[in-house]
């Protein structure tokens, strides 16, 4: 293979990995769907990139959804909102999958493409663009069963049609702006078993204790925080 044609793969590579990662703030969390379908959570990595906690998903299965939320020390944990809409977010982003599992298989077979002609390549990304239209298409007749606003839409839209790699995280990034939809808690008990709750407590708690450790005692945010903090395990139990 042409040395050209390396610098292209990892490029698409790099550019897959570059616009999946995420990077947390101190007051998020991602839940993300199991191979197996059960569901689980990360605050992200103790290594920090500009402040913030990097997370990597599963790189190897974009057909598998996300849900990146926040919680608020300012929120009264007792009168959390009801949960509406997450059922069906799930079944719409659900069905938005197998369309990303359709463009991975096209771009599993560039490394062979790129062995072959120059009309080969062009047919490919003839069929490759066909397939990221059918996808987006897809994901725009599903937003209002997962909640996708029209410059929600336009955004992701944009990225995988202007940058084709970027199609992988359709189904990914239909869960990055849900924040205004669902709240942790609510949804920790919808989609996590008792032994990740806890853990999500833990991990919440430890979070808190050090914004705690940062304020003045004796300050109103630090008896926010201290509040908070002796909310937060009954609220996740």
């Not at 197996?36 to 974009?62: C, I, K, N, Q």
């Not at 990303?100 to 062009?122: E, G, I, Q, R, Y």
Request: charged fraction near 20%; hydrophobic fraction near 50%; include cysteine.
């Amino acid at each position: 293979m042409p040395l050209q044609s390396w610098w292209l793969l990892a490029g698409v590579v790099g550019m897959y990995v570059y616009d999946a990662t995420l990077l947390l703030y101190h007051n998020e969390v991602v839940f993300f769907e199991r191979r197996d379908g059960t569901w689980s959570f990360s605050v992200g990595s103790e290594f920090e990139l500009a402040g913030r906690h990097v997370y990597v998903p599963a790189l190897l299965a974009p057909h598998r959804a996300v849900l990146r939320l926040r919680w608020s020390s300012a929120q009264t944990l007792s009168a959390s909102r009801p949960l509406r809409g997450l059922r069906a977010w799930r079944v719409g982003v659900s069905a938005s999958a197998w369309p990303v599992m359709l463009l991975v298989m096209v771009f599993a077979a560039l490394p062979v493409v790129l062995f072959n002609s120059v009309l080969v390549l062009l047919g490919w990304m003839i069929v490759l663009y066909a397939v990221i239209v059918f996808a987006v298409l897809r994901v725009w007749r599903l937003r209002k069963v997962t909640g996708i606003g029209g410059k929600e839409f336009t955004g992701i839209a944009s990225d995988a049609l202007l940058c084709a790699p970027y199609s992988l995280d359709l189904v990914r990034k239909q869960g990055l702006r849900a924040a205004e939809s669902f709240d942790v808690v609510s949804t920790a008990h919808r989609l996590l078993d008792a032994s990740e709750r806890l853990r999500l407590s833990a991990s919440i708690r430890a979070k808190v204790q050090r914004q705690m450790d940062i304020e003045e005692t004796g300050s109103e945010r630090h008896a926010q925080l201290t509040t908070y903090l002796q909310q937060i395990e009954g609220a996740l139990a």
